[in-house]
C-alpha cells in the first residue's frame, strides 16, 4: 500500500507565496513522476506541474514563472513553491504519483488534496 501525505497550503493574500509539500510512504520499489494537480470549484482537474526521476520538469503556462516544483527522491517527497499567487490560483491541489511497487508493479497514486485560497 502507498500513501501521499500533503502538507502546506492555507490562506494567503494575492502576491503572496506558499509552500507544499507530498510525502510518499509504503512498499515503494520507485517512482517515476511526481507532479501537482488542482481543481477549482465548478472546474475539472488540471495539471499544475511534474518533474521527472531525473529532475526534468514541465509546468502549466498559467503557473510559468510563478511556481516551482522539486523532489527529493530520498525521502520519496515533491515540492511546490509557490510565488505571486492569484486569486485564479485557488482550488484544491493534489499530489500525484507514478510509483512502482513489488506486489503491484507500476499504479498512479494520489494525495488527499489541500485547499490553497488567495483571497484578500
Known amino acids: 500500500q502507498v500513501q501521499l501525505v500533503e502538507s502546506g497550503g492555507g490562506l494567503v493574500q494575492p502576491g503572496g507565496s506558499l509552500s507544499l509539500s507530498c510525502a510518499a510512504s509504503?512498499?515503494?520499489?520507485?517512482?517515476?513522476?511526481m507532479g501537482w494537480y488542482r481543481q477549482a470549484p465548478g472546474k475539472q482537474r488540471e495539471l499544475v506541474a511534474f518533474v521527472t526521476s531525473d529532475g526534468s520538469t514541465n509546468y502549466a503556462d498559467s503557473v510559468k514563472g510563478r511556481f516551482t516544483i522539486s523532489r527529493d527522491n530520498a525521502k520519496n517527497t515533491v515540492y511546490l513553491q509557490m510565488n505571486s499567487l492569484k486569486p485564479e490560483d485557488t482550488a484544491v491541489y493534489y499530489c500525484?504519483?507514478?510509483?512502482?511497487?513489488?506486489?503491484?508493479?507500476?499504479?498512479?497514486?494520489w494525495g488527499q488534496g489541500t485547499q490553497v485560497t488567495v483571497s484578500s
Open positions: 509504503g512498499s515503494i520499489f520507485s517512482i517515476d513522476a
Open positions: 500525484n504519483a507514478d510509483v512502482r511497487t513489488w506486489a503491484l508493479g507500476r499504479q498512479d497514486y
